[in-house]
């Protein structure tokens, strides 16, 4: 409890609740042994707050405000774990907001997806309940990413600046800080001000007025005050002196640093925001409550509440497909991501630990108080329902449309999510639009194609329907449009901006929201371009193969490195007849098709003589390219993605000559090494023994090795020291050096290492006999040189899957893994799509562990344990002798997983 709570308990204890019980501030400064400035700035506050109430003048005499007059502050009841967890932090913002005269500046900080922004909102409620008796206080929110490229912009658009201030300032312009007095000003990402503008704004807090851009004597007085957010470290990012200016400083937790019980109420509030979206009931399975409670989520409560709308995306699914009357979350509508994300705990709370068992039934509350409204405008239920509508249509039977519209549920959500994350034109669905909206869009559109002969498609409308969606979402919750193009628009498209202008009481009337200059030239920019101007289509591209997940791999991998979402997938049941097959591909192909035809890339069977009959069907022109593979996939979308104009035709033929140059050109590697081992056949090759000492067990060695494989005999057996100069001999050696032996691996190109202590396992003999007899010594000495151009691709897009390490050195490291994996795993051959596998899980293995999100021990690691220890002992010896060059230590959960990925040692060694 605070000093002013304490102050608040003692008025309420001793019943001071008239003129004739009422104390002096003198009297409390002696009860609470405080300064009487101290008493006399808590009582004003508790006045302030309709608390208290004062009379009298000399002395002022304070007493409790009628209990029917005392107000409560809601404006962050509506916060989980404003009362727990986060208490002080609330306590703290209240405190900012009620110093007089206009507040103290504040600094929120706390990780993406924390709350930080709501609790500037909450802040902004706060100051109106305090401030606002008699007058509107603004809340203006100005993200200073918006302009961070660009400082003079961002200064010119928070302070203002004045006519001929820089090039194209032709008249005054206010600032956000204008628009911002009597009020608070919110600076989201102020990590992102530049210094220039962080010295003008403690300029600002120091003096109490400021210049706009331009100015040089006339001085602004101001009323404001500030609430920055930061997701970055104060430290570094903000200026010594600017930070020293801003007397409060918030922190906000992540969602881990939550108690569960907070983490349980935030996960049964989002599920209840969706059963009142729905008018549903909605069963939540106990498992599933408990791993969104071990949820470790990279975006915190943002993140979290997107997983949740997603799973009641899938459960409504099943709802309308089975007709049940609730939705029932299971495990299997999780995203896969949250598994990932796992974060062990023991749950020691009876309560939960109840819900665990028995699952969560939440029914809709329409009188519940919310945190905040989802501010998207997305409607995935009326998305789901047109679709099932459309399979039913088609005769297909429920469990075939769940199947279905499973897959297009997941699609369409990551389509929405990366047009709000990337604010690019995507051909989105219209069910996530308002009607109105969508029809007020395609009026404009169509009336602008009649005034300037051109051409717009669905992509245009899709973009200016949710482009007009999110201006009305921004004009009712206060926040102010601005367009720093706007004079240059003005000029350069004077024809669109004059027919926006002329629209303008239509769209206001449409969208019941006033329509700002700066809107108008946003609106202008939809209209300069018809559909010739759009990006040329691009040739379609379908892998397709059987199996469950074959061809969905290829595509994701491929489009990962290729930095794209081009190429799409069609997996074959492997009981599906050849009907279906059909039939499913000629919807795919007609879905995917732009006008310039679609390249099929198949694996087997009857596939590879389907052109004609897929022709008839879709009347598209198709070209299939039989036994696919990554190398394949990649070849072919480079060639569609970075060719212009190219037809059908042309880019078949430059498939097939680049992907037969490039097996030319491994086969023809492949035969110059045998050539060279056929050369130096005749020569005695030699095995090198690196000991401690050079001597002594370089001899037990021997005797190992000679008493286990007699062929050993024929071989010549060099020993050394570590300390000898190891480059020397190899220099000499190199020719027939076939093999090194140690505790100790020196490196050097192309020749295996087999660890001394290896020589005590089966499997550790065994590699040295295969090597030896030459079973494979071609894939030791070719593995890197046969995926040379693979890794060249790999290490350019390795960036995408790692982002906690440098590319330089992971590539490396997951090279070397590679080398000595496919040495001990894979005695016979490997694909290259297993070489891309492997480098990506290794890849992103690294990066877990160097984030603290490693893989825990699988459930059936006891099997791992049971069935392949040796194997496991060795795996794990290998990874790690890799892996400590760049200082990380792997633990067994990622060493279990990865294991499981290989096929056993005995399964190739006969």
Same mark, same amino acid.
């Given at each position: 409890m605070n000093r002013i709570e304490k102050i608040l308990e003692y008025f309420k204890k001793n019943a001071i609740n008239c003129e004739n019980k009422a104390v002096r501030t003198i009297d409390i400064a002696n009860i609470f042994e405080i300064q009487r400035t101290d008493a006399s700035a808590e009582l004003n506050k508790l006045v302030k707050q309709g608390v208290l109430e004062k009379c009298g003048s000399k002395p002022v005499l304070y007493y409790l405000s009628d209990i029917k007059k005392e107000k409560k502050c809601i404006s962050f009841t509506n916060i989980i774990g404003s009362n727990g967890s986060i208490k002080a932090q609330i306590d703290l913002a209240k405190a900012a907001i009620s110093y007089p005269p206009h507040g103290l500046h504040t600094l929120i900080c706390g990780e993406s997806g924390v709350g930080k922004s709501l609790l500037a909102e909450s802040m902004a409620n706060y100051a109106k309940e305090l401030w606002g008796k008699e007058k509107n206080i603004p809340f203006i929110t100005f993200s200073c990413a918006d302009y961070a490229d660009n400082a003079q912009l961002l200064v010119s658009q928070l302070f203002g600046y004045v006519k001929g201030a820089f090039t194209g300032a032709t008249e005054e312009h206010e600032g956000v800080l204008d628009r911002a007095q009597g009020g608070i000003l919110f600076l989201d990402e102020i990590h992102r001000l530049p210094p220039t503008g962080q010295e003008l704004l403690f300029i600002l807090i120091d003096k109490g007025f400021y210049r706009r851009l331009g100015e040089t004597k006339t001085e602004h007085k101001s009323n404001v005050m500030i609430i920055g957010a930061t997701s970055e470290n104060v430290d570094s990012s903000l200026l010594l002196t600017f930070k020293r200016r801003i007397p409060v400083q918030i922190n906000l937790p992540s969602i881990m640093q939550r108690p569960i019980d907070e983490r349980l109420k935030l996960i049964m509030h989002f599920f209840n925001q969706e059963a009142i979206r729905l008018n549903y009931p909605i069963y939540i399975e106990g498992k599933v409550v408990d791993l969104l409670l071990k949820y470790n989520c990279p975006a915190n409560i943002g993140e979290l509440k997107n997983d949740i709308v997603l799973c009641c995306a899938k459960g409504?699914?099943?709802?309308?497909?089975?007709?049940?009357? #609730?939705?029932?979350? /299971? !495990?299997?509508?999780?995203?896969?991501?949250?598994?990932?994300?796992?974060?062990?705990q023991t749950i020691l709370d009876s309560t939960i630990n109840q819900i665990l068992q028995t699952g969560i039934f939440i029914e809709p509350n329409k009188d519940q108080k919310f945190i905040d409204n989802d501010g998207y405008g997305i409607d995935f239920y009326k998305y789901i329902d047109r679709k099932i509508e459309n399979y039913r249509?088609? =005769?297909?039977?429920?469990?075939?449309?769940?199947? #279905?519209?499973?897959v297009d549920l997941d699609q369409y959500f990551q389509v929405v999510m990366k047009s709000l994350n990337k604010n690019r034109e995507s051909d989105i669905p219209t069910s996530i639009i308002e009607k109105d909206i969508w029809e007020t869009a395609n009026v404009l559109l169509e009336d602008a194609a009649i005034m300037f002969n051109r051409i717009y498609n669905r992509n245009i409308l899709t973009a200016l329907a949710w482009h007009l969606q999110q201006f009305k979402e921004r004009v009712i919750s206060g926040r102010v449009v601005y367009n720093t193009n706007l004079e240059n628009i003005r000029k350069r498209y004077k024809r669109e901006f /004059?027919?926006?202008?002329?629209?303008?009481?239509y769209i206001s009337d449409k969208l019941?929201?006033? &329509?700002?200059?700066?809107?108008?030239?946003?609106?202008? !920019?939809?209209?300069?371009?018809?559909?010739?101007?759009?990006? +040329?289509?691009?040739?379609?591209?379908?892998?397709? @193969?059987?199996? =469950?997940?074959? @061809? #969905?791999?290829?595509a994701e991998v491929t489009n990962n490195l290729l930095g794209t979402e081009h190429i799409k997938a069609y997996n074959i049941p492997l009981n599906q007849n050849n009907t279906k097959t059909i039939s499913d591909l000629t919807r795919e192909i007609k879905k995917i098709d732009n006008g310039k035809g679609v390249v099929l890339l198949v694996d087997m069977g009857f596939l590879v003589t389907m052109e004609k009959i897929l022709f008839i069907e879709t009347g598209i022109n198709v070209r299939i390219i039989p036994n696919v593979t990554t190398a394949l996939v990649l070849e072919a979308?480079?060639?569609?993605? /970075?060719?212009?104009?190219?037809?059908l035709d042309e880019v078949i033929d430059n498939i097939y000559t680049t992907y037969d140059e490039y097996v030319a050109t491994v086969r023809n590697q492949l035969t110059k090494d045998v050539k060279l081992e056929n050369i130096t056949n005749d020569e005695?090759?030699?095995?090198? %023994?690196?000991?401690?000492?050079?001597?002594? &067990?370089?001899?037990?060695? =021997?005797?190992?090795?000679? $008493?286990?494989?007699? $062929?050993?005999?024929?071989?010549?057996?060099?020993?050394?020291?570590?300390n000898d100069n190891i $480059?020397?001999?190899?220099?000499?050696?190199?020719?027939?050096?076939?093999?090194?032996?140690g505790s100790v691996d020196p490196e050097l190109p192309i020749i295996p290492f087999i660890n001394i202590g290896d020589l005590f396992l089966p499997e550790g003999l065994n590699k040295v006999r295969n090597i030896i007899t030459e079973k494979n010594e071609m894939l030791d000495l070719c593995i890197d040189k046969k995926f040379n151009s693979l890794y060249v691709v790999l290490r350019e897009q390795i960036s995408k899957f790692v982002k906690s390490l440098t590319p330089d050195e992971i590539a490396q490291v997951c090279e070397k893994m590679i080398l000595k994996i496919v040495n001990i795993f894979f005695v016979d051959k490997i694909e290259q799509d297993t070489i891309v596998r492997l480098y990506l899980h290794l890849a992103c293995m690294c990066d877990r562990i160097n984030s603290k999100e490693a893989l825990l $021990?699988?459930?059936?690691? +006891?099997?791992?344990?049971?069935?392949?220890? +040796?194997?496991?002992? %060795?795996?794990?010896?290998?990874i790690n002798s890799c892996i400590n060059k760049i200082n990380l230590s792997v633990p067994s959960g990622e060493i279990y997983y990865l294991l499981n990925s290989l096929p056993k040692i005995k399964d190739k060694v006969k």
């Open positions: 409504y699914l099943k709802l309308q497909a089975y007709n049940k009357k #609730q939705l029932e979350i /299971t !495990m299997s509508d999780l995203p896969n991501r949250i598994f990932t994300h796992l974060k062990y249509q088609l =005769r297909m039977s429920d469990t075939e449309i769940s199947n #279905q519209v499973k /004059t027919y926006v202008s002329n629209k303008i009481q019941k929201v006033d &329509v700002s200059l700066d809107e108008l030239g946003f609106l202008a !920019m939809f209209f300069i371009h018809d559909i010739s101007k759009i990006n +040329e289509e691009k040739i379609g591209i379908l892998v397709v @193969a059987h199996g =469950r997940s074959t @061809a #969905q791999n290829l979308g480079r060639q569609i993605l /970075t060719n212009e104009n190219i037809e005695k090759k030699s095995i090198l %023994l690196i000991c401690i000492s050079g001597f002594g &067990v370089a001899e037990k060695i =021997r005797d190992i090795l000679i $008493e286990n494989i007699p $062929e050993i005999n024929s071989f010549d057996l060099i020993t050394a020291g570590i $480059e020397n001999i190899y220099a000499k050696e190199k020719n027939n050096l076939c093999l090194v032996i $021990e699988p459930e059936w690691s +006891e099997d791992i344990r049971k069935n392949r220890k +040796e194997e496991y002992i %060795l795996l794990n010896n290998i």
